[in-house]
């Protein structure tokens, strides 16, 4: 059974600040991988979707990396901003067109 | 689009009684998800759905409940009888096979 670790599980950092967040799975048969965002109280929304044949994908300031071999993506945000906080979560796909999310990584970002 | 509409947004209801929870894929998507959300247990799949068709709903976690899709844009997820530990967000969601999932805003469900 897939399992998808995410770490740390919180962060805060001061504005301006470059960040990485990780994201690790157990079961590298993946068909993609998608990191959302979830504003408190509000629905999911997608920010980056990585194929299982890519390494990478950019969007604006987000960055996300993809090694399927060892089970792990990264999200990276450059220059972040206090509207960047936010829960992160990150979720695998399988042939069977199942996602299997984190536990998320809540980010507070300091003005 | 309108994207994945879900309602109502927010349900109270006390323990015993039915509750019905509804979504609106996007058109032309052809695989529907619902997801509960908890602070202990995160998002966790319950049933989904591929061209109106049940697929896994392993997720179900007992008989109180049931999905349904009569047809591609419209569908159901029912608890009978509600209760307490039931409370959650219930998330609906749609995607082409294997492309982006679309998530809706939610049903914060409350039983009393």
């Known amino acids: 059974k897939q399992e998808v670790t995410q770490i740390p599980a919180a962060l805060s950092v001061p504005e301006g600040e470059n960040l990485v967040l990780n994201c690790s799975f157990t079961d590298s048969a993946i068909y993609n991988l998608q990191w959302f965002r979830q504003d408190p109280g509000k629905g999911l929304t997608s920010l980056l979707l990585?194929?299982?044949?890519?390494r990478e994908q950019t969007s604006g300031r987000l960055n996300a990396s993809l090694d399927k071999s060892s089970g792990r993506s990264t999200l990276y945000i450059a220059a972040s901003q206090p509207g960047d906080s936010a829960t992160y979560l990150c979720a695998v796909r399988d042939a069977g067109n199942m996602l299997t999310f984190g536990g998320g990584t809540r980010l507070m970002v300091k003005p | 689009d309108a994207g994945v509409i879900q309602s109502p947004r927010h349900e109270v209801t006390e323990m015993g009684q039915e509750v019905t929870l509804r979504c609106k894929p996007i058109s032309g998507h052809n695989s529907l998800f619902w997801y509960r959300q908890t602070m202990m247990r995160g998002l966790e799949l319950l049933i989904y759905f591929n061209n109106n068709v049940p697929i896994d709903d392993s997720g179900m976690p007992e008989d109180r409940f049931s999905a349904k899709m009569p047809n591609a844009s419209f569908s159901t997820l029912k608890i009978q009888p509600s209760e307490p530990r039931d409370s959650a967000v219930y998330f609906c969601a749609s995607s082409l096979w294997t492309g982006d999932y679309t998530f809706g805003s939610g049903t914060r469900l409350t039983v009393v």
């Open positions: 990585i194929q299982s044949s890519q």
